[in-house]
């Protein structure tokens, strides 16, 4: 007993402010380096290898952390101090002086090569962990030319700090601004921009959001820039109209930075963490930029989705070009079309594209450029992908290929279910997301469709952000098995239903399944939640849940409530899947 006790004395305790010697093994998807330290939990359980979560160190470097946050499975911490002897070589110095306070950038402190690996063993891990995909090959990551200044887009919070008006990026994990002074991936041009309207706030008392009481006049500043034609568009989002000297702030801006083409005055009155209102006018110029890409020209609205890496959108739209290896006889559906860039960029290789995107603003761009571009074999739909896919079905479109690029919480499941249905011969997936792509291409698979290539390709250096390229076949088509693919015949029928079925077994309105979201737990935290826990959390944050899960099987009968930490946990995997 004595010895015991006595073992148990020169057993650190793990807890907040305690410090550990540590090595870090690996890396998590958003760029923490991991260490397992051996300590006591306050209540004396021993842990032998308690996962930390540490901010800026890397794999097979060495330290002292000190632990600032302490949840039942997990702890985050950060470095005191780095062991000289142990610093990889692909450690460098990061060269925005701002990495260490703004969130915006993970990987700075990682030399180019080293973040492209990291990319591409994040995404194999992922589509093994989440997609079950065991031994796939990945081809070559595609890297950027130029990893730093590629952002045409920025949006920048503004908020109100002591009285006054500052603007920046939101710090790691935190609401907090970090004021901007300079930004090494967007154009200085952009960055001069944003600090200018900042000042001419202050000058005029134009109020910085006051997210707690949801005050103030000024939440965000965006910017669109083309670095091909120098057409610059400026959004101001305002908590409401007619904001006092609005006006001769716009006219001063227009005269000290004259590429600016365009603003527009979007209105959010709204307590959200969505950006954009629905009301906005164009207060100068015009409601447009252009841009060019590949020699084709694109009208981009305020609210039109634009990819924010130029030359690298060059390079992801030649590789779904060469990748897909269209012919004239394709009938060709662009899901997801945001302003009919891909759909636009194949048109002279197919016979006809049927586009659709949700955004309306998107939609008008979208027409235009197909104008703009003399391409009228393309025809364009606002609506959701998956319910105008099965409009076009109705009508007697017969698509033999399909690109899909959607947000980051990937396809919808019935787009996905119509796809496999219709055994569309040829699928390009373009993803930005790969625990959401991972999670389609395994609902693809079993629904008959064969992975042919995976191409990573950086369109965000310096963050962990990472695009996806993946051709996909359907085996009936590849294979020498006859099946009429019109269904008519009982053995298409048989396909069509067993394909149907094993779909259906996924059960899940939408994003994962419960199995993945516990796998995911049980992989990161190294904790076991029920399925009831998960309905639970489901249920709180509004995601419809099945009957079986969330109601109680009488009125009297009572459920054990989630604990708070696995509601962490669960929570922690519904963002992780986009569910939330
Ligand atoms: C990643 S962007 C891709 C846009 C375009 N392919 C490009 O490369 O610029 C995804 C687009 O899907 C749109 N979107 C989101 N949900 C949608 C849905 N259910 N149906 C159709 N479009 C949707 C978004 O508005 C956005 O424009």
Partial sequence: MEEFVREKKEIPYIKVGNKFKAEFVSMTHDGYAVARIKGLMPKG?????FPVFVDLALPKEAGIIELTELKASYAKGKILKLFNDKKVDYRVEP???????????????MNYDAQLSFKKTMLKETLRKIGGFDDIVLNKIRGAENPNYYRNKVQVPFQLQKGKTVCGFFKSNTHIVSPITTCLIQSDEMTEIVKFIRNLCNEFRIKGYDELNNSGDIRHVLVKESTITGEIMVVFVMTRENVAHMDELYAKLVKRHPKIVSIIENINSQVTNTILGEKQKCVFGKNYIVDKLNGF?????AKSFYQVNHDQTEV??????????????DILVDAYCGIGTIGITLAND???????EIVEEAIKNAKENAKLNNISNIHFECNKAEVQLKKWLDKGVKPTAIVVDPPRKGCDLSLLKTIIELQIQKLVYVSCDPATLARDLKTLVNGGYEISSITPVDMFPQTTHVETVVLLSHKSNNSKVNVNLNFDNEKGKKLIKKVVEDVDSRKEPEGASYPEIKEYILNKYNVKV????????????????????NKPKSENSRQPNCTKEKEEMIVDALKHFKMI
């Fill in 530 to 549: 029920s399925s009831l826990n998960i309905a639970q959390i489901k249920t709180k944050y509004g995601i419809i849940e099945r009957e079986c899960y």
């Fill in 316 to 329: 992801l739209y030649n590789l779904v070009k060469k990748v897909g290896k269209f012919d004239k006889e």
């Fill in 45 to 49: 359980e021993l842990k032998e290898a």
């Fill in 350 to 356: 197919v016979k006809e594209i049927y586009a659709v």
């Fill in 95 to 109: 060269a925005c002086p701002n990495f260490y306070d703004c969130g915006g950038c993970q990987l700075m402190h």
């Fill in 297 to 301: 020209s694109f009208k981009i609205g």
